[in-house]
């Protein structure tokens, strides 16, 4: 059988209590009138399938006053201009709003509103399947003030409908109870999507959530698997999408069982900017962050944010990142690789950390850091390799620094300059591991600040050229410590010119056994037993080249016999101190 009702009630008045409305075997429930209030939980049941419950009428609203609304059994069919409206907390009179229940799909004829709501007090669960499979649903709102269940796609048509824009808005904290794809990228208006609370899966480490807002933004303001970690986020992961996204965070904590998700794709090359505004980010998979190419299109603006992997991979692509007044940066992937293909900035001071951990791919890459002076500390550990792509540059604050540990290779020359109008910072390369190759030259200059380079220089792939604190002057006094330049194989560190130190560097340390280098080739401190080498059996050579020590005096190693050579042919030797 078929029930038609035409109006429960009208807008001030409930038209009946309790009300249960048709059976599993009802054939089709029809709302023809605008008004369907009740005093008590509302209940309408049909058969399964499309087709079984339809709103006709303009604009129709479903009111209780704190109390449940139910549909059990078939879809819901919204006929044109049947913009629904259902509220279980009218007038926000009740402490609580009431439950909202959809067990099917809910499709639309032309561009249809679909508002659910439990009002702005208390509590309140909505629940709800497949929306607008027919591209005929409009502007979605949603609101359960407990949680928002979500079991089943949701999609908008390219109308503008009522509200200006097809939009998408959860307010209220979501549960994803199957895999979900959101879609308001459409062959017209794209709509904006909007969650206001956190996101969670049914099991943890299941379900999925797939957002494509094509032209529109996506705004999730809550974090996304605090409680329970999803199966996978994917946000515009299509290049021709160009929707500005904002994510608040992931998981909580740091450790292995605060994770928010399996895997991360979040933008594309398209995306116009990319906001990460939370301080936590915690993924059990690998993880992607894109934006359009350009400058601060990675706006990374939480206080302290920190992204851990768990051996696992960590992208930021294509746009540079600009880390806000706080927002110093750590990654910690724990084995996997970390890549920055853009350049970062700060904003005051910022601090970045990037730490490959345990090895097994556990590398680093990274663009050009502090183009505007405003990087403070910077950290690197690649424990299976480091590749810089860029030039480094700290701010003038007081105690900046440079510290890199793991193989080094020079992905194109790379200038780190730390030194400040009034403040300057230290340059290491720590450890006996962190090596510099690549064809590529380097150049260093930290002022009055030290340098130690505790690896070997070209032990792989030599240098095209080497410079450190070459110029003269006061603020240039910083000590200089190098351990080697090349170890025989290839034959020489560095192939074209060396010039390391000033007529002001304090003391220039050699405590390695090669320094091999083939162009023409300045080691200089200023004036006194400033030249120390420290190494035992040290060879100091040129191939063939010009070999200079200029102004300090060498003081030798007690260890072994020193060797300082041109080689065989040309090159002139200069010793200037004794």
Do not use: C, W
Request: charged share 10%.
């Amino acid at each position: 059988a078929s029930i038609t009702i035409a109006n429960i009630g009208d807008t001030g008045n409930a038209g009946a209590v309790a009300t249960t409305i048709g059976n599993s075997t009802t054939a089709n429930l029809t709302f023809g009138g605008t008004y369907f209030r009740t005093s008590g939980n509302l209940t309408a049941t049909t058969a399964a399938g499309a087709g079984k419950i339809d709103f006709t009428g303009a604009n129709p609203v479903v009111t209780t006053a704190g109390n449940a609304v139910e549909f059990v059994g078939g879809d819901i069919l919204l006929a044109d201009g049947s913009n629904l409206t259902i509220n279980t907390n009218i007038s926000n009179g009740a402490d609580n709003g009431g439950n909202i229940t959809i067990a099917g799909a809910i499709a639309g004829t032309s561009n249809e509103n679909l508002t659910l709501t439990t009002g702005t007090k208390g509590t309140g669960t909505v629940s709800v399947h497949a929306i607008g499979a027919g591209d005929e649903i409009s502007t979605i709102s949603i609101r359960g003030n407990t949680q928002i269940e979500l079991d089943g796609d949701i999609k908008t048509s390219g109308a503008t409908g009522d509200s200006g824009a097809p939009n998408l808005t959860f307010t209220g904290p979501v549960e994803l109870i199957g895999n979900i794809t959101i879609t308001t990228d459409t062959a017209g208006t794209d709509g904006a999507v909007s969650f206001s609370g956190a996101i969670d899966a049914e099991v943890a480490g299941t379900e999925t959530l797939t957002i494509d807002s094509g032209t529109a933004s996506t705004t999730i303001s809550g974090a996304v698997g605090a409680t329970r970690e999803l199966g996978g986020l994917t946000i515009n992961s299509d290049n021709a999408d160009t929707g500005a996204i904002t994510l608040t965070g992931i998981g909580t904590g740091t450790s292995a069982g605060g994770t928010g998700a399996a895997a991360v794709t979040v933008g594309s090359t398209g995306t116009t900017t990319l906001t990460l505004a939370g301080s936590t980010y915690n993924i059990d998979g690998n993880a992607d962050f894109e934006s359009v190419n350009g400058a601060d299109k990675i706006a990374i603006t939480g206080t302290n944010p920190t992204f851990t992997l768990h051996d696992d991979n960590i992208r930021f692509l294509s746009g540079d990142i600009n880390l806000a007044d706080g927002a110093n940066l750590t990654v910690n992937s724990q084995g996997g690789a970390i890549t920055i293909a853009g350049a970062v900035t700060g904003t005051s001071a910022e601090n970045i950390t990037l730490n490959s951990g345990a090895t097994g791919g556990a590398t680093v890459a990274v663009g050009e850091i502090g183009g505007s002076d405003q990087m403070h500390a910077i950290n690197i550990t690649g424990t299976d390799g480091v590749t810089l792509n860029g030039n480094i540059t700290t701010d003038d604050t007081a105690s900046a620094s440079v510290s890199i540990t793991g193989p080094v290779t020079l992905g194109t020359d790379v200038t780190i300059d730390t030194q400040g109008a009034n403040n300057d910072g230290t340059i290491t390369f720590a450890t006996s591991g962190t090596s510099i190759n690549g064809a590529q030259t380097l150049t260093l200059d930290s002022g009055t600040a030290a340098i130690q380079l505790e690896g070997k220089i070209g032990d792989s792939v030599a240098l095209a050229g080497l410079v450190i604190n070459v110029t003269d002057g006061a603020a240039n006094t910083g000590t200089i410590e190098i351990f080697d330049i090349g170890d025989d194989d290839p034959a020489t560190g560095v192939t074209g010119t060396v010039s390391i130190g000033n007529a002001n560097t304090q003391s220039l340390t050699l405590d390695g056994t090669n320094y091999d280098t083939t162009g023409v080739t300045v080691y200089e401190a200023a004036s006194g037993n400033t030249i120390l080498i420290t190494g035992a059996s040290t060879s100091i050579t040129t191939a063939n080249n010009n070999l200079t020590f200029d102004g300090g005096n060498i003081v030798l190693s007690n260890a072994g016999t020193t060797t300082i050579s041109t080689g065989t042919g040309g090159g002139a030797l200069q010793i200037d101190g004794t």
